[in-house]
């Protein structure tokens, strides 16, 4: 049986490792790929927690979760090519006409 | 188990009928071959305002005793009442203004525009009663989505492109942080449902310089991400001025009315259960004795509101300084989540119904304008009050009413939230929002000056002649920022009702 703490951390260094690459990454086909590595370290966390409580409301969770990611993916992908047709780029520092 | 779900069905039709009509016209309008799109359009659009007039009828009929539904994912009460009807009505509003709007109508899947604009409405009815951290979680993801996809619209407009492009990033970047805390939250209390994990806080000892005091910190502060990012709170505020300026103009005041409205009802419904002992002491955050959570949120108020209307001075662009103006009503509101006592949620709540006037009659006076010259550029302005005397009047009064003078609806609003304030000893708090107010005259009074003060830049002095429609609607918006400064008593004692949130 692996303690559940070594799950948390596994989780916690997924999530920080989506957050920098949101916050560093320039290309927006990867930001959404690092949105999606958050979205794992959360079910992770969810799946975690609910077998160390024995409560299945957290795994009932991560399907939600699951879907809603699928949903927000579709339309974040159609925006991206809808931009591409506008501007040929998908590097969000040349997406830049909106500011301050 | 099924029996819960049989007995919740019958308070629940107003939302079942939203979601259908959304349901049914998506259908209809997939169903229509491309070249019929743009002449069925408007169509799909009266069907749609059909099913929100429909669906407000049965509001009064959903069950006013405060009730659970479905086991306890969603409240029913006076308050969630309350935002139900400012949503709905600005939905109409919404949707009338859409009919009207000349950018909207080059569009040629124009149908499928007021198909999610019910989509929307729906999942901020469900914000305003969800009392489950899945039914939250859910809410937001349906307002989101769909709010990313009218905002990026005008499909060839770059600028609208680039709107949704940096909403979506933005938005499920911030829904990933709340969903990180909700993570963390059910770990500490075992439980997804707001009235358990009050009493998981309740029972359980958090001590500061324990572990699990710092966990449930972060948690929190984590889903403060999720509901600023909604309400437009700085530091969560980056995507809001962008998407204001490339959204279609009536998506932008859908956003700043009625998505921070739902924002606002979501946040003030999970602090007030989770945080707050019914039977202790309201106004005390009772179940964490040990933070002054207000003390934060007191903070975000005053640099939400001071970065709002301090950018706003050197806005261009009309649709960008609303944009930013709404930022800094949303600092003002969250001055009555700090007091969170009856006063202060019954000021909130009063303030919404005002910002409704205000707020959407000069969306609507930037948007008739932009039709008819083209432009939403502050230097388009000049002289516009000798060109378009009536609108011009209009668009004052909604701007002295956003700044907060007397004797318009803005004041009362302001002076509600103030008094709630300086009554619970945040006196520098409603110091701090006066002097706002002042700096917010300033950049109106840009407004003012172009209009009144100045010739037209090409020297085009011709009158600009609106239809009949633009102009009874604006003076329909005038009428009750007026009465609604002078006569305000309904109003106050329709808010004080409405501040009931269910509690088991």
């Known amino acids: 049986m692996i303690p559940v703490h070594y799950y948390l951390i596994l989780s916690a260094v997924m999530f920080i490792t989506g957050v920098v690459g949101v916050l560093t990454r320039r290309n927006a086909i990867i930001i959404f790929m690092c949105i999606e590595l958050m979205l794992n370290s959360v079910n992770l966390t969810f799946v975690a927690f609910s077998s160390y409580l024995g409560n299945e409301a957290g795994q009932m969770f991560v399907f939600f979760v699951m879907a809603v990611a699928a949903a927000e993916a579709a339309v974040g992908l159609a925006i991206v090519i809808a931009l591409f047709r506008n501007k040929q780029t998908v590097n969000i520092n040349e997406v830049n006409i909106l500011k301050w | ?504």
Do not use: C
């Not at chain 2, 969250?334 to 009063?350: F, N, Q």
């Open chain 2, 1 to 504: 188990m099924i029996e819960i779900i049989f007995n919740s069905i019958p308070s629940f039709w107003p939302e079942i009928t939203m979601s259908l009509t959304f349901v049914v016209s998506m259908i209809v309008e997939f169903s229509i071959g491309r070249k019929e799109k743009s002449s069925t359009g408007m169509t799909t659009g009266l069907f749609v305002l059909a099913g929100f007039i429909i669906t407000i009828l049965q509001l009064p009929f959903q069950n006013p005793e405060p009730r659970l539904l479905f086991g306890t994912m969603y409240s029913v009460d006076p308050f969630a009442m309350f935002f139900k009807y400012l949503i709905l009505a600005t939905g109409i509003v919404i949707i009338v203004f859409s009919m009207q709007s000349a950018e909207l109508r080059k569009q040629r899947a124009i149908g499928e525009f007021y198909s999610f604009i019910a989509a929307m409405t729906f999942g901020m009815m469900l914000m305003t009663g969800a009392s489950h951290l899945l039914m939250i979680y859910l809410a937001i993801e349906v307002v989101s989505i769909s709010s990313f996809i009218l905002s990026g619209f005008s499909k060839s407009l770059h600028r609208s492109s680039e709107a949704s492009l940096k909403y979506v990033l933005f938005g499920g970047a911030a829904s990933g942080v709340m969903l990180y805390g909700m993570s963390l939250l059910y770990g500490l209390t075992g439980a997804l449902d707001i009235f358990q994990i009050q009493a998981g806080l309740a029972s359980g000892v958090f001590v500061p310089q324990e572990a699990d005091f710092a966990v449930l910190m972060i948690s929190i502060i984590m889903i403060l991400v999720g509901f600023g990012y909604k309400i437009s709170a700085v530091p969560f505020h980056f995507w809001t001025p962008d998407v204001y300026e490339g959204a279609p103009i009536t998506v932008t005041a859908y956003l700043a009315v009625a998505s921070k409205a739902a924002g606002f009802a979501i946040m003030i419904r999970f602090f007030y259960v989770t945080f707050f002992d019914s039977m202790v002491d309201i106004g005390k955050w009772v179940s964490l004795p040990h933070f002054e959570w207000n003390i934060v949120l007191a903070v975000l108020a005053v640099i939400t509101m001071t970065l709002g209307n301090v950018v706003a001075v050197w806005q261009d662009n009309l649709k960008r300084m609303l944009a930013y103006s709404s930022i800094a009503h949303a600092g003002y509101i969250l001055m009555g989540a700090v007091v969170m006592t009856d006063l202060g949620i019954s000021a909130m709540l009063m303030y919404f119904v005002i910002y409704f006037f205000m707020n959407l009659g000069a969306f609507y006076v930037v948007m008739a304008v932009a039709d008819r010259i083209g432009s939403e550029h502050i230097d388009d302005y000049r002289g516009l009050g000798k060109r378009a005397p009536i609108v011009s009047v209009g668009l004052s009064v909604f701007l002295v009413s956003l700044t907060g003078l007397p004797p318009l609806a803005g004041f009362i609003g302001k002076w509600m939230l103030f008094s709630a304030v300086v009554e619970a000893n945040f006196i520098w708090l409603a110091i701090i929002g006066v002097i706002n107010s002042a700096i917010s005259l300033y950049y109106y009074a840009r407004v003012f000056r172009n209009m009144y003060l100045r010739e037209p830049l090409n020297g085009d002095t011709s009158p600009i002649t609106f239809s009949p429609l633009v102009i009874v609607t604006t003076i329909l918006f005038i009428v009750p920022n007026i009465i609604f400064g002078l006569y305000f008593g309904p109003l106050v004692s329709y808010a004080q009702h409405s501040v009931r949130i269910f509690l088991p």
